[in-house]
């Protein structure tokens, strides 16, 4: 969602310099859509970025309600099986189905 919004940040700007710049000389129009067009990584990564640090903001309250689940257990045993049924699948893992799901494990919310 981030960098669908940093997107449209981009072609905003762009829009913007256009409108600006349209009565400028013809080269520094050039010259100025050259440096839009290569900065356009950047506000991709930059979205990238963004959004790979709130997963693992996600990741850190999922693992706390882990965490709070093995601490108040008194279940051993039943609680080891609905931790390994967490969803996670490698680099494929969607951190808010794993959030979702820590939530349902007993006592996941203690603190």
């Known amino acids: 969602m981030t960098t669908l919004l940093l997107l449209v940040g981009f072609v905003v700007m762009a829009a913007t310099f256009v409108a600006a710049a349209w009565r400028s000389p013809r080269h520094a129009k050039g010259l100025g859509l050259a440096i839009l067009a290569l900065s ?45 049924a967490l969803p996670l699948e490698g680099y494929e893992t969607v951190c808010s189905d794993v959030e979702a799901a820590a939530r349902q494990l007993p006592n996941a919310g203690a603190h």
């Open 40 to 84: 356009a990584p950047f506000f991709f990564w930059l979205g990238g970025f963004s959004e790979r640090f709130k997963s693992g903001q996600c990741y850190s309250n999922a693992i706390e309600m882990v965490a709070n689940a093995v601490e108040e257990t008194g279940a051993a045993r039943e609680l080891s099986k609905s931790i390994r």
